[in-house]
């Protein structure tokens, strides 16, 4: 019945709409549904471009660059916006001005252990930072005394070596496998709620082991789950890594605002999953605020969605679980929340190591394996540059740089 009376109506229609056009050329109502078909498509791309700008640049950012089109059309606009750039750039540069130049060649004559004079010289314009530049560098005292001194005695010691050969420094890998094993044990990898498969590497800082955490997700959720056009959520208040992950790693960074308390906002959070998310980000503090956010709310969530969740830590991560120790109630924050799936926890912040240091852990080897990595050295072509001399006018590379280099290596 409902059919029927659904089918008379659309006949109706249909009769009524016939009439009404007939009074028009056929070519006509041809170029009209093509004009109405351009205009829909320009709409809907217009409309696409627009909502793309709001969620990558926000509502001020969005406003502002197209305050800056439009300025650029208005007759005159191009020259203010140049001659206002200029100015800017001219406020730049004119701190340099009357001071000395700086090296843009070799020096005709080297400067030997002199070198050192003129660095100290130099160095005297860097602010007396030791011990009281929080954000930046975290190691306390002087530079000649206690553990400021036995970390650059340390650091001396290693500093011309190069990890990716293991066969000629194997002091190497041991030191980082000790540093991500005692690291990772103070944030629950001894504890059977991880899973006891804890595992990671180091890097050179917070932003590379958000890089590297951030980029091992894509790769696994891609061959786990066949996630192709990657998006990840992040609070407000998260580190500007995350804004770089996702450009080098194209994956669309979805931002969800804070709550009052200035913690992520998880049902904000919840709100921008979808079929493409991949992880979940909480920080432990985060960067701006120094807040803590809900971490096993936003666990829970992820689990629901079986998405993953990483976990900075790379300011909190060698100081909460000693604040825990010392009685303070601080909320589970680490591998001992099960939908924790990498955190990144600096070793050149609050573990009072030279910078660059930090670590990056995943929950379990299935996460890991999965990184598009170039491979081990032995993989590619090692550099053996001797082998240059087994081509044709290229004797003097061998004579060069393997007779002036210890060719043992
Ligand atoms: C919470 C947080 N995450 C990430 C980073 C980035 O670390 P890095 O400066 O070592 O790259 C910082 C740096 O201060 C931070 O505080």
Aim: a positive charge; one cysteine or more; aromatic letters at 8%.
């Amino acid at each position: 019945m409902a059919t029927e009376s659904l089918n008379f109506s659309f006949q109706g229609l249909r009769r009524s709409l016939n009439v009404s056009l007939s009074q028009y050329e056929p070519v006509l109502l041809v170029l009209a549904s093509v004009a109405t078909w351009i205009a829909l498509s320009v709409t809907s791309s217009t409309l696409g471009a627009v909502y793309g700008s709001f969620s990558e640049k926000g509502f001020i950012g969005s406003i502002s660059s197209l305050a800056v089109k439009l300025i650029r059309l208005l007759p005159g606009g191009a020259k203010y916006l140049n001659k206002e750039q200029k100015k800017v750039m001219d406020k730049l540069t004119s701190g340099t001005k009357g001071k000395e130049l700086w090296a843009t060649e070799l020096p005709k004559q080297g400067l030997g252990p002199q070198v050192i004079e003129r660095m100290l010289e130099i160095k005297k314009q860097d602010k007396p930072w030791e011990g009281r530049c929080s954000g930046a560098v975290y190691i306390g005292g002087t530079e000649t005394e206690g553990h400021f001194r036995l970390v650059n005695e340390a650091y001396c010691m290693f500093a011309h070596t190069n990890p990716l050969h293991p066969d000629v420094w194997p002091s190497i890998p041991r030191f980082e496998s000790e540093v991500v094993n005692m690291t990772a044990s103070f944030l629950g990898s001894k504890l059977q709620a991880s899973g006891g498969m804890v595992c990671g590497n180091m890097t050179s800082g917070g932003t590379e082991s958000i890089l590297m955490a951030v980029k091992t997700t894509r790769d696994y959720m891609k061959a786990s789950r066949g996630i192709t056009a990657p998006e990840m959520i992040i609070a407000e208040s998260a580190h500007s890594a995350y804004d770089k992950a996702a450009q080098y790693f194209q994956i669309k960074l979805r931002r969800a605002p804070v709550a009052d308390d200035l913690r992520a906002d998880v049902k904000a959070m919840k709100r921008l999953i979808n079929k493409n998310t991949i992880m979940l980000v909480a920080s432990s503090p985060g960067f701006p605020h120094g807040v803590i956010d809900p971490i096993e709310e936003l666990s829970a969530l992820a689990l629901q969605y079986n998405i993953c969740l990483h976990v900075d830590l790379c300011l909190g991560g060698f100081v909460l679980p000693f604040a825990k120790k010392l009685g303070y109630p601080i909320p589970p924050f680490d591998f001992r929340v099960a939908g924790v799936t990498s955190i990144s926890v600096d070793v050149h912040k609050y573990g009072l190591g030279p910078k660059g240091t930090s670590v990056v852990l995943y929950r379990n080897h299935e996460l890991r394996k999965v990184r598009d990595n170039p491979g081990k050295y032995e993989d590619g072509m090692a550099p053996i540059y001797g082998a240059g001399a087994t081509l044709p006018d290229r004797g003097t590379i061998r004579d060069i740089l393997v007779d002036y280099m210890d060719s043992t290596c």
